[in-house]
């Protein structure tokens, strides 16, 4: 019973000691804050002109990006963009908007247009721009990559442009492009051994049955027996 009592006697003592902590606490926080209230200013200061500084960088980006999107679409369906006059407009656009994805589109495109001209150097010299970056088109820069080398007579060069593209490329379709070109430059180049392997690994991967499977076996029976294999 007496246990009791002390214990109900010591509840309120507890609480007002917390009470207490909390109080003292607040009034030494109140106290460094009015000690260093130039510091407080001063790092809240910085602190607003870098949000500040991110936001309209952001913003001027948005709409670098909107201006370089209806510039680039504009363009693209001009039939002068097939012109040497055309050449230098994406020559311009991209160098005015360098850095955006939209600039990366006009150098696949000049690239396009320099490939149809069979000017595969100066392709290149774009496709590496893209290619060797961040771009969502990477792949895509790749396999054009493996078209320029192939138009300029480098085999060898084409099918490690294909080879990368394979290993880079993130969709199975174009895992499946890539390859599928590797093994024609194989293929062309007479090293049916090498074509026949390709598509040995395209079909491991393919449904049994379907339509492409019945494909890939076609291109791989014909490579085997070309290589003297079985």
């Known amino acids: 019973m007496a246990s009791s009592t002390v214990a109900r006697s010591r509840s309120p003592q507890s609480k007002l000691d917390s009470d207490d902590a909390l109080a003292l606490r607040a009034a030494e926080l109140s106290a460094w804050a009015r000690r260093n209230a130039r510091m407080i200013i001063g790092i809240a200061a910085v602190a607003l002109v870098v949000v500040g500084g991110l936001l309209v960088y952001k913003y001027s980006q948005a709409q670098k990006r909107a201006a370089a999107g209806e510039r680039l679409l504009a363009m693209s369906v001009n039939p002068v963009l097939l012109t040497s006059a055309g050449t230098s407009e994406l020559e311009k656009f991209i160098r005015q908007y360098d850095g955006t994805p939209e600039a990366d589109e006009a150098r696949m495109m000049l690239a396009q247009s320099l490939l149809d001209a069979r000017q595969p150097r100066p392709a290149m010299t774009h496709l590496q721009k893209v290619a060797g970056g961040r771009s969502k088109l990477s792949v895509q820069a790749l396999m054009m990559m493996g078209s320029a080398h192939a138009q300029a007579g480098d085999r060898a060069a084409a099918i490690r442009s294909y080879q990368q593209a394979a290993d880079r490329a993130g969709m199975k379709y174009q895992k499946f492009e890539a390859l599928g070109q590797a093994a024609l430059q194989h293929e062309a180049g007479g090293n049916w051994k090498a074509a026949a392997e390709i598509y ?23 490579a085997l027996a070309r290589s003297g294999g079985r």
């Open 200 to 222: 040995q690994g395209l079909l491991a991967q393919t449904e049994k049955g379907s339509q492409q499977a019945t494909v890939i076996e076609m291109r791989m029976t014909e």
